[in-house]
């Protein structure tokens, strides 16, 4: 267990869970109950080669960077199995392990395996902010006969943490509850819940006391184990009445879901650069499924409307010198395709006609980076751009500029979390602190590393404001400084050898 | 104090740009390169002055090529990014400049050294001994120099490199105080005295 990582648990209350007999319930207490705050960690267990529960602190700009192989797009996949399974809303079962952003076709896939040992349990959770502090709220699945189900669902809010549990051998559509006595469980409830979700349980005892003066005062904490994104209600029942009272007081993913919904996702693999682009109708939209598929069309809105994001992206483009300009066409009705200028900059007085071209007939570095170009244009608020190695296909100098738009992005408020390689784009971001231009807080350098048994740990580094990332183990730079004196050591050999057959 | 190695070590402007050099002899080259690497893995800090810092762009534009200067600034970077450069700024010891000057002569270069020492850790790294022995000849007189521990490049029977795998208190280290005069360095300059003490 990554012991930093887990909330310093001192009470904890674990819940054993039982099946409802008559799960059929439907809320009758006015159902409006909305928690919100800002995603400020993502967190993992279990999870292929995450065995252990690892943090992922979010920062306006999230750097993943380590080997290859070391865990760096296992962090964000359970993200994206959760945006996948959101995004097919008819599909049944608790992940969907198909789809745009991931593939699998087993549960077991999924699991944390290093021989014969296998995770029991794979966790995905997350942890958010709002005026009352941080929560962390946390799905545990588990693989039951040949389905997977959400074992236990855990709160954690300073010291203390609530486990609901699922009860084994229990079917995937069951419900968990768990009987709650007012006076003894009022104290744990509210070290774990927000005040409003408190006066919201008491609001309901109120409610309950004067529909039903006859009943028991029992009541039950109900986990609807059917989806990932649980919620958690409150069900009174009595010997008379069996649970005809429900209410949500407990939405734990309610702050998770916005944000895997807007999530946009400009994956590594970009596919093969097509000339003509699938229109699609973009607006809220155009965060489902991953980027690529809908860049050509948010451009097109953006042409149409005389966006200034338009300004934006081409400010950034001229920047990375992979042109200054960028148009659209429909093509047909169903098609679009992408111009971008000739030249990185026009100087001859040309006109725009004559400076395009497509997209298709660019380089690849251009057609790579203008997906997630787009992106961060696009992006509004706090919303989450993932962008998986945004080096791709370009020059060191475009990879160096990159820094400054990842910058100008994440100042913008943009949530990126950026995957890479790049030496380079890191010393851009080093040097854009040392020159004051880029506030170190917003930075946040993840190294992923695997152990012999080769499960991943995350080493973070706080950036000084000289732009000094410290003890971090991070070898991007050292590993061009290493072959340099390789270079150097087979210089020196080869001379002195020469020096001495001379 | 804890018997620690050498956490930090001033480096003379030649030892540093030794190793990219290709006019250097290729012993002295990777002895510097040795030394470059062996301060990043031990994680020992890299003590500058301002002076010593303009003497070093200097030499860097002076006397390496654009593809020399490239792998030197690589180093460079990777240090400072680890935060294992120090950049000294003291005050002047006109006093103690007074006292070196008056037995060591106008070595403007040597005090630089002997002041960015003793502002950090003690320890400090030339090229050969033409900046260690005249120190040597007035540490009677400066008692501040008697603390100093001075490597050099040159030596044949401890390397800058291995040095900083040493503890303080080594013998190895403690026969290199500036106090203890420089039998290594009288061998390297082949007066045959041999190591001694």
């Known amino acids: ?502 | 104090m804890p018997d620690e190695n050498i956490r930090s070590l001033v480096v003379d402007t030649d030892v540093l740009i030794c190793s990219v050099r290709n006019d250097e002899a290729p012993e002295r080259r990777r002895r510097s390169k040795d030394l470059k690497d062996a301060m990043f893995r031990r994680r020992v800090k890299w003590v500058e002055c301002d002076a010593l810092e303009k003497q070093l762009k200097k030499k860097v534009a002076d006397l390496l090529t654009p593809n020399q200067e490239k792998m030197f600034v690589s180093w460079e970077a990777v240090m400072r990014s680890r935060g294992l450069y120090s950049l000294i700024k003291g005050e002047v010891d006109s006093d103690l400049r007074a006292r070196i000057r008056q037995g060591h002569g106008e070595r403007e270069h040597d005090i630089h050294l002997v002041e960015a020492a003793l502002a950090s850790g003690r320890c400090v790294c030339s090229g050969d001994n033409s900046a260690c022995l005249p120190l040597c000849a007035v540490a009677s007189e400066v008692p501040e120099l008697q603390t100093i521990c001075w490597l050099c490049l040159d030596d044949k029977r401890l390397s800058p490199a291995n040095a900083l795998e040493c503890k303080l208190s080594d013998p190895q280290l403690e026969r290199r105080k500036l106090s203890l005069g420089h039998p290594f360095n009288l061998e390297v300059a082949g007066r045959g005295r041999g190591d001694s003490l």
């Open chain 1, 1 to 502: 267990m990554d012991q930093e990582n887990r909330p310093d648990v001192r009470s904890r209350s674990r819940v054993r869970a039982e099946t409802l007999a008559h799960p059929e319930f439907a809320p009758d207490f006015s159902d409006l109950f909305h928690s919100n705050g800002n995603v400020e960690e993502l967190i993992v267990g279990g999870y292929k080669s995450l065995r252990d529960v690892t943090t992922l602190q979010l920062r306006p700009l999230t750097i993943l960077a380590g080997h290859n192989t070391s865990g760096k797009s296992s962090i964000m996949q359970p993200f994206l199995l959760l945006k996948q399974t959101l995004e097919q809303e008819s599909s049944f079962g608790v992940l969907s392990l198909e789809g745009a952003h991931v593939h699998f076709n087993r549960f077991q896939q999924l699991f944390w395996k290093n021989g014969s040992e296998v995770a029991e349990l794979m966790r995905i959770g997350y942890g958010y902010r709002n005026a009352q502090g941080l929560r962390r709220c946390t799905d545990a699945f588990a693989i039951t006969g040949n389905e997977l189900v959400v074992a236990d669902v855990s709160i954690a809010r300073g010291n203390s943490e609530m486990v609901l549990e699922r009860q084994q051998g229990h079917a995937l559509d069951s419900t968990s509850i768990k009987s709650v006595r007012r006076k003894a469980d009022s104290s744990w409830l509210e070290s774990v819940l927000w005040r409003d979700e408190v006066e919201r349980i008491n609001q309901f005892r109120e409610h309950v006391a004067a529909k039903d003066t006859a009943g028991d005062g029992r009541m039950l904490v109900v986990l609807d184990g059917s989806k990932a994104f649980v919620n958690l209600y409150l069900i009174y029942g009595s010997e008379a009445r069996r649970y005809p009272l429900s209410s949500t007081f407990c939405r734990p993913f309610d702050v998770l879901e916005p944000w895997i919904r807007s999530l946009i996702h400009v994956p590594g693999d970009r596919g093969t650069i097509s000339r003509y682009h699938r229109w699609s109708p973009v607006g809220v939209r155009a965060s489902f499924g991953v980027f690529q598929d809908h860049y050509a069309s948010v451009l097109w809105d953006w042409n149409k409307q005389k966006s200034s994001a338009t300004g934006v992206l081409e400010e950034w483009m001229l920047k990375m010198g992979l042109g200054d300009h960028v148009q659209t066409r429909k093509v047909n009705d169903v098609d679009v395709e992408v111009f971008v200028s000739r030249k990185p900059q026009r100087s001859d007085g040309s006109s725009e006609s004559e400076d395009m071209v497509s997209i298709a007939d660019t380089g690849l570095g251009v057609s790579y980076a203008l997906p997630w170009l787009v992106a961060l244009a696009l992006a509004d608020g706090h919303q989450p751009v993932y962008i998986e190695e945004p080096e791709a296909h370009l020059h060191p100098e475009a990879q160096y500029r990159a820094a400054e738009v990842l910058a100008d992005a994440a100042r913008r408020g943009t949530t990126v979390i950026v995957e890479t390689h790049s030496d380079i784009l890191l010393v851009g971001i080093q040097r854009m602190i040392a020159q004051g231009k880029l506030d170190p807080e917003l930075v946040g350098l993840n190294w992923f590393s695997r152990d012999e048994t080769g499960a991943t740990s995350i080493t973070r580094a706080e950036l000084t404001a000289s732009g000094e990332f410290g003890d971090w183990p991070g070898d991007l730079d050292s590993t061009l400084m290493r072959a340099q004196e390789d270079f150097l050591d087979a210089s020196i050999t080869r001379q002195a050898k020469e020096t001495g057959d001379a």
